[in-house]
């Protein structure tokens, strides 16, 4: 736990230098350019646009660790077998969600400048006042605790019955982990829905959507998917789970890829067009100010990219076996949801385009490697101190050898 903590602590001085980095670059810039002393860093300030690339590269990496909080959710409620071998570092990545509590803190204290309607009088706008119960700076940092503090019972709880499955084999262990699920399906629904509502559709308040939080989560596992086939792929690779994984794990990760394929596109289709045919200003200035500057290219990049693409390259069966045609489009789908998370969030902070300017893609970068680096240090230090795979779960013979031929029926007495 201390050295985490260190490690956590290291790499949030390495970001904190970074950004100022990135602002004295900027500033030297402007100075060159405009020969100007003095120059400071573009509308609306250094913390301002540190918070929301922070706040991006936050919403990109918790999605993955929600996205695999629900797989091995659904592993337990539908006793599943295939995804045995896959389980445990699904519970080792769900289980970085309190680190994400950690991680959230910077967005805590700069969420006055990256949330509007926390600057703006509820008397004097309409569409704040009403909706005052949730969006209040109390309510704000109280659900934010509260879904931390859950998220953490429900992934630690779901491992400590796993590794003590490893131990004794015992029935009980597997009873636990399903009553877990069967509460933590509801749990993690609602609380998936007020994260994605508190902290990427808070930054236009008047915006409202019934379909978000699934918009969300479709998001979410979609990319959780992409990673599990990577993650898979490499410790096959190189041996942790070379004996359990095999073609069925492989190609049923690619077959619930192309179903969140679908399933995303139709989300984000459907919202779309509800809020088009009820043409209410309410609903459609969201999707107006994406359709401005380069956000337009944002979105048809989203369209072609995040659905078309992917889903004519999965459609093959053998595709999903190929690693040489799988990895690059797991790599797609990184570059995809990025595209697709700042298509939420940026054009609050940069409502002309994409980025107005190299740095501030640059400062994307860097929250991006710093998130990078210290939960990948986080995941593997928990990967490598536990079994790599659940060694007694009574489905993993049966997920090993399921495409196995059976041997010839052997006569007995003249009957076979």
Not at 187 to 206: E, R, V
Not at 277 to 293: C, D, M, Q, S
Not at 325 to 334: D, E, F, H, K, S
């Amino acid at each position: 736990m201390v050295r985490a903590v260190r490690t956590v602590l290291f790499f949030g001085l390495m970001l904190w230098l970074g950004s100022l980095a990135v602002s004295e670059i900027q500033a030297a810039a402007g100075q060159a350019a405009s020969g100007v002393k003095g120059v400071v860093y573009p509308r609306p300030g250094r913390l301002t646009q540190f918070g929301f690339s922070y706040l991006l590269a936050f919403m990109i990496f918790l999605s993955i660790c929600l996205g695999s909080l629900f797989l091995v959710i659904v592993h337990h409620l539908f006793d599943a077998a295939w995804s045995v071998p896959i389980r445990r570092f699904l519970e080792h990545i769900a289980c970085l969600l309190p680190w994400m509590g950690v991680l959230f803190i910077p967005i805590a204290l700069l969420a006055k400048r990256i949330y509007p309607w926390m600057s703006i009088d509820p008397l004097a706008d309409h569409s704040l006042h009403v909706k005052q119960v949730l969006f209040n700076q109390t309510a704000f940092y109280v659900v934010a605790v509260g879904l931390f503090l859950v998220w953490t019972w429900l992934s630690l709880g779901l491992r400590k019955w796993s590794l003590a499955q490893d131990k004794t084999g015992d029935a009980i262990c597997t009873h636990m982990m399903r009553r877990y699920s069967a509460a933590g399906i509801f749990i993690f629904a609602i609380t998936l829905t007020l994260a994605a509502i508190y902290w990427m559709k808070s930054l236009q308040h008047q915006w409202y959507s019934t379909m978000y939080g699934v918009y969300y989560f479709a998001e979410s596992v979609w990319v959780t998917l992409a990673t599990t086939y990577l993650l898979a792929m490499m410790f096959k690779t190189k041996g942790p789970l070379r004996d359990v994984v095999g073609k069925r794990q492989f190609y049923d990760i690619g077959v619930l890829l192309f179903a969140f394929t679908v399933f995303y596109a139709y989300i984000h289709f459907s919202q779309y067009f509800l809020i088009w045919n009820a043409a209410i200003p309410e609903e459609t200035f969201w999707y107006v100010l994406r359709e401005k500057g380069s956000w337009w290219d944002i979105g048809m990049i989203i369209i072609f990219g995040h659905f078309v693409l992917p889903f004519l390259g999965l459609l093959r069966i053998d595709t999903k076996l190929s690693f040489t045609r799988m990895a690059p489009l797991c790599i797609w789908a990184w570059l995809m949801h990025y595209c697709d998370i700042s298509f939420n969030i940026k054009p609050v902070l940069n409502p002309t385009g994409f980025a107005p300017n190299g740095l501030d893609l640059a400062c994307d970068l860097v929250c991006l490697a710093f998130f990078a680096i210290v939960l990948s240090k986080l995941f593997f230090r928990s990967f490598n101190s536990h079994p790599p795979y659940p060694l007694k779960d009574p489905r993993l013979k049966e997920a090993i050898t399921h495409h196995e031929i059976p041997p010839a029926p052997v006569a007995v007495g003249g009957v076979k």
